[in-house]
């Protein structure tokens, strides 16, 4: 088989970014490890950003999300049982969306399949070859045989344990990482959300977050021990630990249920640079990971999946510009994002070696930005998300 462009990941990166090139006469073939049922069936991501909401809507697939998404004009941030409101309309006149990655991935997936898509799913020991010559080609097991895609370029959408970044020799690739010492236990319950817009609570106990994915779905997680096991997590436990975590007018009206799925996250910060190695580029996940409190992960691999369709579009197009800056643009706004991800981090969470000094820095920074506009706009530009 041949096709121009190779993209290794079915996750959101790598049909965005296949629908986008479809669009544009530029051919591609997905390969992903996992069934369609196995990917639609991870609970991730909930806010888009305005640039990926237009993204989405430029490859075709925003009708659901305009349909059903909520556009959301603030967050609540909480401390000391008490939340204040950051404005994103007012301080900078955009909003995020809220609608699921499981929803984003299912109307990319169905666009795929609309439009003829070629996507090879339970495409077992992906392989790429010479990379670095003009030549490259990527192999796979698929019903017992191997496979051959001769292309063009390859795109590694293949997420933090994919082959992509794992090809790139290591005295080419520098790694930066930390790894937090706590995860998020999350849960998806079918109540309606506590509130309105999502509310960050930074205590002493530990963090809290309340989300949601539509008006009788609601995405809640507190921050637990890496040592916390799933199983021993009950609903009552969950519930109880939310309710003393976040203001009491919010635990007093919180209506709890039976939870629909359960799962501990750990936290990390990681970028791998280059992002690009010969004919082959990293987008998203495969690259670089951001610890969630900032909402920051899926939409940057978007933003990564922008750069690198207007590269290849204007390669075919016979300028060289846009993919030979890839790298360097993208892991530009990969640091931003980085850096607002940590220090939303900082901000909320209760670390282990956090003596009083700490604790008194977190709620002086948050009275801080309860009382300065500059603070709040600063934040606000951060949320809503960096231009591309
Ligand atoms: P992925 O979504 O990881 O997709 C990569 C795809 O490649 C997968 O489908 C995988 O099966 C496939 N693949 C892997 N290896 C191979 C291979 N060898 N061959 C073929 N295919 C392969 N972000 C937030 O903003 N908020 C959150 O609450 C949040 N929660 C998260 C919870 C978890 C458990 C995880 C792991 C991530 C979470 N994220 C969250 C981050 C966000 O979901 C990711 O940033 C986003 O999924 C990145 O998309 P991607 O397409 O780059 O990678
Ligand atoms: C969600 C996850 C996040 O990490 C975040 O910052 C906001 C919302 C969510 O799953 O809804």
Redesign the pocket.
Known sequence: MRCQVAI?????????LSQLLHRKGIDTIV????SQE??LS??????LEWGSVELLREAGVGQRMDAEGFAHDGTYLACRNRGFRIDFAERTGKQVMVYG?TEV?RDLYAARAAEDGKIITE????TIHDAKSDAPHVT?MKDGREHRIDCDYIAG????????RKTIPDNVLKEYERVFPFG?L?VLSETPPVSHELIYAQNRRGFALC?MRNANLS?Y?VQCPLTDKVEAWTDAAFWDELKRRIPEEAAETIITGPTLEK?I?PLRSFVAEPMRWGRLFL????AH??P?T????????FS?VHYLYHGLVQHYDGDDSGIDSYSERALARVWKSERFSWSMTNLLHNFPENTGFELHMQEAELDYLEGSVAAQTALAENYIGLPY
């Open positions: 290794i990941g079915g996750g959101p990166s790598g049909l965005l390969l992903e490890r996992r196995y990917v991870r609970i991730r991501a909930g806010v990655q991935t495409a077992e020991g992906v796979y959408c293949d997420g933090f344990h994919g082959v992509s998020w999350g989300s995405r997680y799962s996250a987008v998203g996940d495969a990971i951001v969630p900032g909402a920051k992960g899926l939409n940057l691999a990564d």
